[in-house]
């Protein structure tokens, strides 16, 4: 018989494993700096629910900031970003324990700060601050409907518009703000 095998052969390089307890650099796991689809689900459903509103749509930041689900990684006042808490820089992990949501402006102020107080976050907060009115047209053009405790509601297409079909859809067609007589 001949000698020991190759760990680079059998077990593509990462040798049997059985009993010698070393682990070598290559056998260690990479650290990712990027959130995956599971952490970020699970990061979403920990944030504040923004309340009279869809949770899986609506949220509030870390600094009391009202965010949109569809609004992920873009610059405007209802856009957000997935932040490390505990920065990557620092040795921060990318877990759910370690992660929160903040308006990207608030996420871009903080950099890489450990602990930034939610008074200072809220001064990096953009300044608009939006109406519930405005949060409906808002929902009812990137959703298509507005779901809301009490109110639900969807867009009419055009051909109902134009008075050429009927919907079948139960749920009734949202009243925009300005023709809303409150």
Request: positive net charge; proline residues 4%; charged residues 25%.
């Given at each position: 018989m001949g000698g020991p095998s190759s760990p680079s052969r059998e077990n593509n390089g990462e040798g049997s494993g059985g009993g010698v307890g070393?682990?070598?650099?290559?056998r260690q796991k990479e650290r990712t700096r990027s959130f995956d689809e599971k952490t970020?689900?699970?990061?979403?459903?920990?944030?504040?629910?923004?309340?009279?509103?869809?949770?899986?749509?609506?949220?509030?930041?870390?600094?009391?900031?009202?965010v949109c689900r569809r609004f992920w990684s873009c610059h405007g006042c209802l856009?957000?970003?997935?932040?490390?808490?505990?920065?990557?820089?620092?040795?921060?992990?990318?877990?759910?324990?370690?992660?929160?949501?903040?308006?990207?402006?608030?996420?871009?102020?903080?950099?890489?700060?450990?602990?930034?107080?939610q008074a200072e976050m809220r001064g990096f907060s953009c300044d608009i601050k939006f109406t519930d009115k405005e949060l409906d047209v808002i929902e009812m053009a990137v959703y298509g409907d507005v779901i809301r405790p009490g109110k639900q509601c969807r867009c009419r297409t055009v051909a109902e518009m134009l008075g050429q079909v009927k919907s079948k859809n139960q749920m009734a067609a949202c009243v925009l703000p300005d023709k809303d007589t409150s």
């Open positions: 070393v682990s070598s650099p290559a970020r689900a699970a990061c979403w459903r920990k944030a504040a629910v923004l309340a009279g509103r869809h949770p899986e749509r609506w949220r509030q930041d870390a600094a009391g900031n009202v856009c957000y970003e997935y932040d490390h808490i505990v920065p990557f820089s620092k040795g921060g992990e990318s877990t759910v324990d370690n992660c929160q949501i903040l308006q990207t402006r608030v996420n871009r102020s903080k950099s890489d700060k450990a602990w930034v107080e």
